[in-house]
T-cell receptor, first 110, second 115 residues
Framework: DAKTTQPPSMDCAEGRAANLPCNHS???????VYWYRQIHSQGPQYIIH???NNETNEMASLIITEDRKSSTLILPHATLRDTAVYYC???????????FGTGTQLKVEL | NAGVTQTPKFRVLKTGQSMTLLCAQD?????MYWYRQDPGMGLRLIHY???????AKGEVPDGYNVSRLKKQNFLLGLESAAPSQTSVYFC??????????????FGQGTRLTVV
């Protein structure tokens, strides 16, 4: 089972940065951390992943702590369309056997 | 390039009926997955495949069978549908490369109701 802990819900004002935390304290040295989001019953969408270093792409940034026990997904300028459930996948849940938890419901408001 | 395509998109079955859900991907991915998602819940892995001709059980495999006869297709079968199998079913695929295995592409889902 994926052993990640995420807050069940978060709110963010439109235009502000949304910082979504994830604890994955049992992650091993060669396991990646993956982030997905699911917008209202659509299929989940891959966002970003990382191993040790911080990562950035056109969608988001991923900050991984030095001890790799936690990470933060950053949406730099959240919009209403970013309202979704965000899933962090970590120890034992990555690779070829993706295991999703219950995620964080992010609500972006005006 | 369609990505991952699921058919059908909607289906209503009577208890005891059988059906097959089809997933097709055009990205030449080795790995394919079937998930179910119940209202207000996260995704649960039913079965997955790491290559043509191979399948493996996931978290909730009971009541389902799968086949991967062709690399691009992954079929999910319900032999005798039960109301507890009412759910949204998602198919996904991902690359063989270790650094990309968790970067999965999902279909838009099949909404199945068993009455």
């Amino acid at each position: 089972d994926a052993k990640t802990t995420q807050p069940p819900s978060m709110d963010c004002a439109e235009g502000r940065a949304a910082n979504l935390p994830c604890n994955h304290s049992t992650i091993s040295g060669n396991e990646y951390v993956y982030w997905y989001r699911q917008i209202h019953s659509q299929g989940p969408q891959y966002i970003i992943h990382g191993l040790k270093n911080n990562e950035t792409n056109e969608m988001a940034s991923l900050i991984i702590t030095e001890d790799r026990k936690s990470s933060t997904l950053i949406l730099p300028h959240a919009t209403l369309r970013d309202t979704a459930v965000y899933y962090c996948i970590g120890p034992g849940g990555g690779g070829n056997k993706l295991t999703f938890g219950t995620g964080t419901q992010l609500k972006v408001e005006l | 390039n369609a990505g991952v395509t699921q058919t059908p998109k909607f289906r209503v079955l009577k208890t005891g009926q059988s059906m097959t859900l089809l997933c097709a991907q055009d990205m030449n991915h080795e790995y394919m997955y079937w998930y179910r998602q119940d209202p207000g819940m996260g995704l649960r892995l039913i079965h997955y495949s790491v290559g043509e001709g191979t399948t493996a059980k996931g978290e909730v495999p009971d009541g389902y069978n799968v086949s991967r006869l062709k690399k691009q297709n992954f079929l999910l079968g319900l032999e005798s549908a039960a109301p507890s199998q009412t759910s949204v079913y998602f198919c996904a695929s991902s690359s063989l490369l270790r650094s990309r295995q968790g970067e999965a592409f999902f279909g838009q889902g099949t909404r199945l109701t068993v009455v």
